[in-house]
């Protein structure tokens, strides 16, 4: 239990989709498995809707304890001077705008921050690094690491080897684990603010922490589906939390 008066609050950003076949219509959500791990991490989720302007998103920022940014499509390539490989999907540009304005000002703020699959790629990408845009296909002696259509989401594919002094071994309390794969993109140039902390058998990056910051992780799988199968993956929940937890109360009594 997270000894505060009050429990962190962790903003999320959120994804577009499409529900309904008769008449659809566009929504703005996020899969419960986030929110479920952070709330037994002992914190209370805040999804960040998308269209918000950079100085709104800004300003929310700042009312905030933490930041999570998940799974999801994509990023458009020229963000970071990619070909634009013909795998490449999933693509929402004001997503990807979002998500950049709040990776860095997370990091520029010192907010504590979790950074998954997707969130990774946007907070190398944020930073000046630059991605694999189909692993399998351009990375070479790549492994295969895309199994979300032909295993559950808590499958786990391959182990990772960990840094020992790492704040991931720190919250994991491995420095080797098994975890889900459920990625086609990757870490090609690591950001120079970014440490890789944690690497796949075929040598891609799979974890990473911004330097000389109080909590700012990166994984290239997803922990929020392993939470049940594979309990020590809460721990990157709770360390998120915990550090939240640590920061100036702003906008409240």
Known sequence: MIATTRKPLIGCTTYRKTAGESS???ILGLMPSYLEAI?????????????????????????????????????????????????VGGVDEDRDRVEITVAQTAVAQQKPLLAI???????????????WEDVELLMPQAMHHEYVHSHPRNHLAHTVTIEPDSLLA??????????????????????????ATAVAPDGLIEGVEVLHHPYAVGVQWHPENLIHNVPHMLGLFRGLVEAAAAQPVIGYP
């Open 24 to 26: 659809p219509i566009d």
């Open 117 to 131: 699959c997707r969130g990774l790629q946007v907070l190398n990408v944020s930073l000046g690094g630059s991605l």
């Open 170 to 195: 720190k919250q994991l309390g491995k420095t080797e684990t098994a975890v889900n794969s459920l990625h086609h993109q990757g870490i090609r140039q690591l950001a120079t603010d970014l440490r």
């Open 39 to 87: 709330v037994a991490a002992g914190g209370i989720p805040v999804m960040i809707p998308l269209g918000l302007s950079d100085d709104d998103l800004r300003a929310t920022i700042q009312q905030l304890d933490g930041i999570l940014l998940p799974g999801g499509g994509d990023i458009e390539p020229s963000v970071y001077q990619g070909q634009g490989h013909p795998t």
